[in-house]
T-cell receptor, first 114, second 115 residues
Framework: AQSVSQHNHHVILSEAASLELGCNYS??????LFWYVQYPGQHLQLLLK??????LVKGIKGFEAEFIKSKFSFNLRKPSVQWSDTAEYFC????????????FGKGTHLIIQP | GAVVSQHPSWVICKSGTSVKIECRSL??????MFWYRQFPKQSLMLMAT?????????EQGVEKDKFLINHASLTLSTLTVTSAHPEDSSFYIC???????????FGQGTRLTVV
């Protein structure tokens, strides 16, 4: 069965600290992977996505993620966080090759302290 | 581009009544839309896939007679929670794909409270 797991449910960092949020997936075949962010009171927004090719993907707002097939991981990183990065972050996966419903991780609530 | 809008943003209804939630793709056509449910402090769970012009596909454990889905046009899908009960209180979110892309665009969600 397909699944996506996020290791950290709550993370508190100070501004300018480096960030890494863990995400592991379990899929039978090829997979599309995503990181979404949800700011308070707003829609889910796509941060970045991986379909194929270069395993290091860069997204918006300085975020990046690395697809490591051998570890079934797709961790999200940012070298220096800002107060405005406070939000809920979701890792999600879907079958490769098409537009399908996604399987979401449980989310990580990130709080950045000024 | 690729904006998905849900209406209403929140709704309170009495137990036993039915509630309809609309999901619209504002600037693209979506042959497929998806309905998710999010319980407090939990992740989004896919409920069903809404297919334009045909029956919805429900995930295991989701009652199709309780959560009626209609996808009458390429820009509108509706989710009707029938005979709502307090345990149906949740955050319902829809998404759609633009142009067959694997990237999903999400609506802002609907907070349903059944009293």
């Amino acid at each position: 069965a397909q699944s996506v797991s996020q290791h950290n449910h709550h993370v508190i960092l100070s501004e300018a600290a480096s960030l890494e949020l863990g995400c592991n997936y379990s899929y039978g075949g090829t997979v599309n992977l995503f990181w979404y962010v949800q700011y308070p009171g707003q829609h889910l927004q796509l941060l970045l996505k991986y379909f194929s090719g270069d395993p290091l993907v860069k997204g918006i707002k300085g975020f990046e993620a690395e697809f490591i097939k051998s570890k079934f991981s797709f961790n999200l990183r940012k070298p220096s966080v800002q107060w405005s990065d406070t939000a809920e972050y979701f890792c999600a996966g879907g079958p490769g090759g098409g537009a399908d419903g996604l399987t979401f991780g449980k989310g990580t609530h990130l709080i950045i302290q000024p | 581009g690729a904006v998905v809008s849900q209406h209403p943003s929140w709704v309170i209804c009495k137990s036993g009544t039915s509630v309809k939630i609309e999901c619209r793709s504002l600037d693209f056509q979506a042959t497929t839309m998806f309905w998710y449910r999010q319980f407090p402090k939990q992740s989004l769970m896919l409920m069903a896939t809404s297919n334009e012009g045909s029956k919805a596909t429900y995930e295991q454990g989701v009652e199709k007679d309780k959560f009626l889905i209609n996808h009458a046009s390429l820009t509108l899908s509706t989710l009707t929670v029938t005979s709502a009960h307090p345990e149906d209180s949740s955050f319902y979110i829809c998404s759609a794909h633009s142009g067959g892309r694997a990237e999903a665009f999400f609506g802002q969600g609907t907070r349903l409270t059944v009293v």
